[in-house]
């Protein structure tokens, strides 16, 4: 089976999928709206829609490249045996169980320490843990992002949302 041909049927797939879920689960499962703040059914929409739209485009891209009769870019292959000259291979197919545990566990210790010390402190922290993570050694810069960051998903949530931040409250 060729990558095309590999491609087109997971996009398929993953299309098949957003439109299971975009309308029939989100409208079947999610909750009524209770008339204030953000509906249920907005992120998992959102979510869904996003998945849907790239899916799509990567169906466009390789139907272009079939009906015009052009390979798609060397640089854009992750499998080596599609490519002639054996260059432009990227390692973007390979799994790094060391780099996927290293963003990972400060995932799962957000997830536990919102319940424990409210979002505020927990999002902090975690955004300093992920800058750290990924290489960021500039205390500075991932002090201003992580309080940035965090102030911003704080008011966005609470008062463009309307919906209350989880865990314990540090500004109420």
Same mark, same amino acid.
């Given at each position: 089976?060729?990558r ?33 703040g ?6 998992t929409n959102?979510?869904?829609? *996003?998945?849907?739209?790239?899916? *799509?485009?990567s169906?466009?891209?390789?139907? *272009? ?11 854009e292959?992750e ?6 000259? +054996?260059?432009? %291979?990227?390692?973007?197919? !390979?799994?790094? *169980?060391m780099?996927?545990? !290293?963003?990972?566990i ?17 999002? %902090?922290?975690?955004l300093?843990?992920l800058?750290?993570?990924?290489g960021? !050694? ?15 998903l704080?008011?966005?949530? !609470?008062?463009?949302f309307?919906?209350?931040?989880p +865990?314990?409250?540090l500004?109420?």
């Amino acid at each position: 089976m060729t990558r095309i041909k590999r491609d087109t049927i997971a996009y398929l797939l993953v299309v098949g999928f957003c439109v299971v879920m975009l309308s029939w689960a989100i409208p079947t499962y999610t909750p009524a709206y209770p008339g204030y703040g953000a509906s249920p059914a907005l992120v998992t929409n959102v979510a869904v829609g *996003i998945m849907l739209s790239m899916a *799509i485009l990567s169906l466009l891209t390789i139907a *272009i490249s079939v009906f015009t009769n052009k390979p798609l870019p060397p640089e854009e292959s992750e499998f080596p045996e599609d490519l002639k000259d +054996g260059g432009g %291979f990227t390692q973007v197919g !390979r799994v790094n *169980i060391m780099q996927l545990g !290293r963003i990972m566990i400060p995932c799962v210790l957000l997830l536990l320490a919102i319940d424990l010390i409210g979002y505020a402190l927990a999002s %902090f922290a975690y955004l300093m843990i992920l800058q750290y993570a990924i290489g960021n !050694r500039k205390w500075l810069q991932s002090f201003v992002v992580s309080v940035t960051l965090t102030l911003l998903l704080y008011i966005i949530m !609470r008062y463009g949302f309307g919906v209350p931040v989880p +865990g314990p409250q540090l500004f109420e």
